[in-house]
């Protein structure tokens, strides 16, 4: 159950559904199944968009679902200090807790609802972790990690944070409440949500009761994806069959449609959605391991940053 929620949708603000007699319904051009791994430390991963041709998904670079997954006692893993340059990380958490530290002396604590977002940037070395007493008792896990590219001209700026708690999402509907919209960044039908991007982009959870339909306006120069958390149901004004672990790249058009089946599995009453788009960077890519610069001398000029420790330094008290 996500954490930021509320019992009767009718008391938030209405996304209204677009007329049909004067905006374009984007057709669905794919559906696929994310392939499963583990990262870090060993914890799970579902590479949400891993079969999405790259052409689609800029400004985009990757998703991962962390989870769902309990954990017992002792078992909750995260990563080691890594480094990132050039792009943004976006770390959304649905249910459970983690503890991001850098180089910088930046990060903060994350728990069900909260979402961090940093900016990579010139370079950083961080950490994610669970905290100690999630790792003593164990608990349900689960959230996610996008990446956001940068352009050009932002590639080499100063790193920095932003912090978006819970309570700071904004909570829309649906004209008949049949869902929760929780909007992280980004903008739709004239409401704002708190996340700051140098890129244009709109990122949304959503929350379907079974049955229900959404059908949302969408920036005709933005791309447009979902990806399912949980549940199953239908994307586009096709109906094309989806279930949880799959994604869908909406083709061209004003608006996008989804719907939760009537019956929903009992470990996921709801169906829950995650649904992003961007404005195309149209930049070239270079993409090696955690940097994204835009040719490949940049990314071996960034290996050589990180081996020459130009990247800052691990705090004493976690070297």
Same mark, same amino acid.
Not at 19 to 26: C, G, L, V
Not at 222 to 251: D, K, S
Not at 260 to 287: F, T, W, Y
């Given at each position: 159950m996500?954490?930021?929620?509320?019992?009767?949708?009718?008391?938030?603000?209405?996304?209204?559904t677009?007329?049909?007699?004067?905006?374009?319904a984007?057709p669905?051009l794919?559906?696929v199944t994310?392939?499963?791994?583990?990262e870090?430390?060993?914890?799970?991963?579902?590479?949400?968009f891993?079969?999405?041709?790259? =052409?689609?998904?800029? !400004?985009?670079i990757?998703?991962?679902?962390? @989870? $769902? #997954?309990?954990?017992?006692?002792?078992?909750?893993k /995260?990563?080691p200090?890594?480094?990132?340059?050039?792009?943004?990380?976006?770390?959304y958490m649905?249910?459970?807790?983690?503890?991001?530290?850098?180089?910088?002396?930046?990060?903060?604590?994350?728990s069900g609802?909260?979402?961090?977002?940093?900016?990579?940037?010139?370079?950083i070395?961080?950490?994610?972790?669970p905290?100690e007493?999630?790792?003593?008792?164990?608990?349900?896990?689960?959230?996610?990690?996008l990446?956001?590219?940068l352009?050009?001209?932002? =590639?080499m700026?100063? !790193?920095?944070?932003?912090?978006?708690?819970? @309570? $700071? #999402?904004k909570?829309?509907t649906?004209p008949?409440? /049949?869902?929760?919209?929780?909007?992280?960044?980004?903008?739709?039908d004239?409401?704002?949500?708190p996340?700051?991007t140098f890129?244009?982009?709109?990122?949304?959870?959503?929350?379907?009761?079974?049955?229900?339909?959404?059908?949302?306006?969408?920036?005709?120069?933005f791309?447009?994806?979902?990806?399912?958390l949980?549940?199953?149901?239908?994307v586009?004004?096709?109906?094309?069959?989806?279930?949880?672990?799959?994604?869908?790249?909406f083709?061209?058009?004003?608006?996008?449609?989804?719907?939760?089946?009537?019956?929903?599995?009992?470990?996921?009453?709801?169906?829950d959605?995650?649904?992003?788009? /961007?404005?195309?960077?149209?930049?070239?890519?270079?993409?090696?391991?955690p940097?994204?610069?835009n040719?490949h001398?940049?990314?071996?000029?960034?290996i050589?940053?990180?081996?020459?420790g130009?990247f800052?330094?691990?705090?004493?008290?976690?070297?």
């Amino acid at each position: 159950m996500p954490a930021v929620t509320v019992e009767n949708p009718l008391v938030l603000p209405r996304v209204q559904t677009p007329d049909p007699a004067t905006t374009q319904a984007r057709p669905v051009l794919t559906v696929v199944t994310a392939p499963e791994g583990f990262e870090g430390e060993g914890f799970p991963v579902r590479r949400a968009f891993a079969k999405i041709n790259t =052409k689609y998904l800029d !400004p985009f670079i990757m998703m991962d679902q962390m @989870g $769902e #997954v309990e954990y017992g006692a002792g078992e909750p893993k /995260g990563t080691p200090w890594h480094p990132h340059r050039g792009f943004e990380t976006v770390t959304y958490m649905i249910d459970g807790e983690f503890i991001h530290q850098d180089s910088t002396g930046g990060g903060g604590y994350l728990s069900g609802g909260d979402t961090q977002w940093m900016t990579a940037g010139s370079g950083i070395l961080h950490i994610e972790t669970p905290p100690e007493s999630l790792v003593a008792s164990g608990g349900l896990f689960h959230g996610l990690q996008l990446w956001v590219n940068l352009p050009a001209s932002d =590639k080499m700026i100063t !790193p920095k944070y932003q912090d978006i708690h819970g @309570g $700071e #999402v904004k909570l829309l509907t649906t004209p008949d409440g /049949g869902a929760i919209l929780r909007l992280i960044a980004g903008e739709i039908d004239g409401h704002q949500g708190p996340g700051s991007t140098f890129t244009p982009i709109t990122m949304i959870h959503a929350t379907i009761s079974p049955g229900a339909r959404i059908t949302l306006p969408w920036r005709r120069d933005f791309n447009a994806l979902a990806y399912v958390l949980n549940g199953e149901g239908t994307v586009g004004e096709e109906n094309r069959p989806i279930h949880m672990g799959q994604a869908t790249v909406f083709g061209e058009g004003d608006s996008i449609a989804i719907q939760a089946s009537a019956m929903q599995e009992s470990r996921s009453p709801n169906m829950d959605v995650v649904i992003l788009g /961007g404005q195309p960077i149209k930049e070239p890519v270079a993409h090696y391991g955690p940097f994204v610069m835009n040719s490949h001398q940049e990314l071996q000029q960034a290996i050589e940053d990180f081996n020459s420790g130009r990247f800052g330094v691990i705090p004493p008290s976690h070297a």
